[in-house]
């Protein structure tokens, strides 16, 4: 493109929301009331992207075959929860390369000590730091290039991504301050949204619901059937006393916490709601009501994505659409962006 004028990005809308989530593993629990269930939500006031992040998934190594079905697994999930892709934008990270290219500026923008504060990393990382992938530790760069390069303002995410949010304004401001160009990324605005902002393991109330933990048991995945959803259940762990009648006697009771903020959040109501109902009473009669809720709430879910999987080639096109639609937004910032940093791109 010649024509400077031409590339001027559009004006943003006040509110433009932006979320990711990666293609490893089977969706939980944790994925949909953290996360997705509220992305859901805001399609009714926003416009929206939704970003399957691939990319972000190699971070760690990944069959390509297992990797390729994540994805179109996660979109269907997607779905199947209520992301609207026609009217709002659904696709998956490497089809608009301007993610990585953006990425590689905030690779320069942001500091060696901020990423080394990063706690994800610290876990991912674990003891063999020295063996991660340079990809893990500028992770939270890509990410904030994720968001960034559409100018979005709001980013829907559990709280286990709140670290990386603030790296993201970080990055926003002192790009803004290097180049000195006020405003020109907005300062992202972390919704952290509802009861279950971070569901826990079911074998262990202190360590995150996760879809990377070998314990299939330690999680409900959007795949499971009644069966084993009723099961797992079942043999959450919990405690030897009744539920508390109120919240303050959750001290010291991570499990009972956990579960009780499942059910209230499924529910839709409050913690203090749900215990004016289950308060008091005993853990067995509580689990068969959570596992009826939890069934009647995902069942439906996980019917409807396994009829959009019957086409994955239909998955595909979607996918595809969504990624012309995200790149014809960031094509005219990821331009801006070259000239203010002295690019010749033309
Ligand atoms: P990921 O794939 O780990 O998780 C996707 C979303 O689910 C939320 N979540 C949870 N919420 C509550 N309880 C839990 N146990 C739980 N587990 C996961 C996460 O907080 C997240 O919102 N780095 C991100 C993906 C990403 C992204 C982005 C997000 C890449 N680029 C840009 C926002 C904006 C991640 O790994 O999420």
New binding site residues.
């Given amino acids: 493109m010649t024509d400077t004028a031409a590339q001027t990005a559009a004006p943003t809308p006040s509110k433009r929301v932006?979320?990711?989530?990666?293609p490893t593993g089977n969706l939980?629990l944790?994925?949909y009331?953290?996360?997705i269930r509220n992305w859901v939500t805001l399609q009714d006031n926003s416009e929206c992207l939704y970003?399957v992040?691939d990319m972000?998934a190699l971070t760690l190594f990944q069959e390509p075959a297992a990797l390729k079905e994540a994805t179109r697994q996660v979109a269907a999930a997607l779905i199947a929860c209520g992301i609207d892709a026609e009217k709002h934008i659904l696709f998956n990270q490497s089809l608009n390369q301007d993610h990585a290219e953006l990425a590689w500026y905030f690779n320069c923008v942001a500091r060696m000590g901020w990423l080394n504060r990063m706690t994800q990393f610290k876990d991912k990382a674990g003891k063999n730091r020295e063996n991660a992938s340079t990809g893990l530790f500028v992770?939270p760069n890509?990410?904030a290039a994720?968001?960034l390069a559409y100018r979005a303002t709001h980013?829907?995410?559990?709280?286990?991504?709140k670290q990386?949010l603030e790296l993201a304004r970080d990055i926003a401001i002192k790009f803004n301050n290097d180049w000195e160009k006020p405003d020109f990324f907005p300062v992202v605005e972390p919704l952290i949204l509802g009861e279950?902002?971070?569901?826990?393991s079911l074998r262990d109330g202190s360590a995150?619901?996760?879809k990377s933990d070998p314990s299939d048991m330690s999680r409900i995945n959007l795949t499971d059937d009644t069966d084993m959803i009723a099961k797992k259940i079942r043999k959450a762990k919990t405690d030897p006393e009744d539920l508390p009648r109120d919240a303050d006697g959750f001290e010291g009771r991570p499990e009972a916490r956990n579960l009780v903020t499942i059910y209230a959040a499924l529910g839709n109501e409050s913690i203090s709601d749900a215990l004016r109902d289950v308060g008091g009473g005993q853990f067995g009669a509580f689990k068969q009501k959570l596992a009826d809720r939890a069934i009647a709430h995902l069942s439906p879910i996980t019917e409807e994505m396994n009829r959009l999987l019957e086409d994955r080639a239909e998955i595909d096109r979607l996918l595809f659409r969504g990624g012309e639609r995200a790149k014809a937004l960031s094509a005219p910032i990821l331009a801006e962006t070259r000239e203010v940093l002295g690019l010749v791109h033309h």
Avoid: W
């Fill in positions: 932006f979320s990711g989530i990666q939980t944790g994925n009331l953290g996360a970003c992040v972000h992770y890509l990410m994720d968001i980013v829907p995410v559990g709280e286990d991504q990386h279950a902002t971070r569901v826990m995150k619901m996760s």
